[in-house]
């Protein structure tokens, strides 16, 4: 959200952060759902505008979870239910781990929490 919405504090430290990603990024449809809804509260029709022009652009890639990425979140939601851990963040992790990507653009604490395939800190982007 904060890379959408001028009036977040970590708005220019996420664009500054973005600047040294290649595209596209991927998220989830979950992850999607979440977004949007965040940002309309915060910038209406605008700023939901922005995310969707990300998709459109190739900045932003939806992967489609399959019914093992499902599984996969499901156990990490039950693995991290103290933390807890959403849906969202569940599928990210299950993808990551199904691409082989360990670098996360969050500004999401619980990141560092969770671990890539049980075992390794993911990438964290921005850094804090």
């Known amino acids: 959200m904060a890379l959408i919405d001028s009036g977040e504090p970590d708005h220019e430290r996420c664009r500054k952060a973005l600047k040294q990603l290649e595209p596209p ?4 449809w979950p992850v999607l759902t979440e977004a949007m809804y965040l940002l309309g509260d915060a910038g209406g ?4 505008r922005a995310l969707w022009q990300m998709i459109e652009r190739n900045a932003l890639e939806l992967f489609d979870l399959q019914s093992n990425d499902l599984a996969r979140a499901r156990a990490l ?3 991290y239910r103290d933390t807890p851990m959403g849906i969202a963040d569940a599928t990210l992790v299950a993808v990551a781990e199904s691409r082989g ?3 996360v653009f969050t ?22």
């Not at 029709?45 to 939901?48: L, S, T, V």
């Not at 619980?110 to 804090?128: C, K």
């Open 77 to 79: 939601m039950e693995k």
């Open 25 to 28: 990024m991927v998220t989830t």
């Open 45 to 48: 029709w605008n700023a939901q």
């Open 101 to 103: 990507l360990k670098r």
């Open 107 to 128: 500004l999401h604490s619980d990141f560092r929490v969770f671990r890539y395939r049980g075992r390794e800190s993911f990438e964290i982007i921005p850094a804090a």
